[in-house]
């Protein structure tokens, strides 16, 4: 897991307030995705970024969350007005070129509590 | 819908044994899969990757076959250690520009010395 850096690692929100988890990509990478894991079970995808753009964001809910990867800077997971089944781990993962032809590697995730 | 089956039930293993873990898809054509290592509290390691054209892929420990007409994949660890003990991730990946991998809900491996 080295190289991809997540920060949060741990972060309690009270319902309705907002979190943003932040993802720094291993060196070289310009690829970013999030993904989230429920108590319980597998991760699920969320979103896939390549710098400015969205590629793919089939796996995000329809409201209250959003993904950016911008110029400069970390990739931001956003999350509005959370809610209790919100609670998760949020992994991000990166790669150097498409998913298909290379590794993704993964950060050590953020735990969002909402209490 | 596209579903992936690993072993739920925890497999326990005594050390020096083979471990063999199972992974079984249905409703899907993956270009390739991926299997990974997910400690308590910690983020997935990659340890692997089989592309669909690839029978079987080996490292160090480490052996995984890919077996597109049976849908499965399985996953080997010879000479097991207690330091293998841990949650394994399999994991498929479609072609094209997507960065959208389905991952199982993993195994968890237990072993013992």
């Known amino acids: 897991n080295a190289g991809v850096m997540q920060n949060p690692r741990h972060l309690v929100r009270r319902r309705g307030q907002e979190a943003r988890l932040r993802c720094s990509p291993m060196?070289?990478?310009?690829?970013v995705y999030w993904y989230r894991q429920l108590p319980e079970e597998g991760l699920k995808f969320m979103v896939y970024l390549q710098k400015e753009n969205i590629i793919d964001e089939s796996g995000m809910p329809k409201e209250r969350f959003s993904a950016e990867f911008p110029k400069e800077g970390p990739s931001i997971l956003r999350i509005q007005q959370v809610v209790r089944g919100d609670s998760a781990a949020y992994f991000c993962?990166?790669?150097?070129?498409?998913?298909?032809?290379?590794?993704?590697?993964f950060g050590e995730g953020s735990w969002l509590t909402v209490v | 819908s596209q579903k992936i089956e690993q072993n739920s039930e925890a497999l326990n293993i005594q050390e020096g044994k083979t471990a063999t873990l199972t992974c079984n898809y249905t409703n899907y054509s993956p270009a390739y899969l991926q299997w990974y290592r997910q400690d308590p509290g910690r983020g997935p390691v990659f340890l692997l990757l089989i592309r669909e054209n690839e029978k079987e892929k080996r490292k160090e420990r480490l052996k995984v076959t890919f077996d597109t007409t049976l849908k499965q994949s399985l996953f080997h660890i010879t000479a097991s250690q207690p330091a293998d003990s841990a949650t394994y991730l399999c994991?498929?990946?479609?072609?094209?520009?997507?960065?959208?991998?389905?991952f199982g809900q993993g195994t968890t491996l237990q072993v013992k010395p």
């Open positions: 993962a990166s790669s150097m070129g498409q998913a298909s032809g290379n590794t993704i590697y």
């Open positions: 994991a498929l990946g479609g072609s094209g520009n997507t960065g959208k991998l389905i």
């Open positions: 060196k070289g990478h310009s690829h």
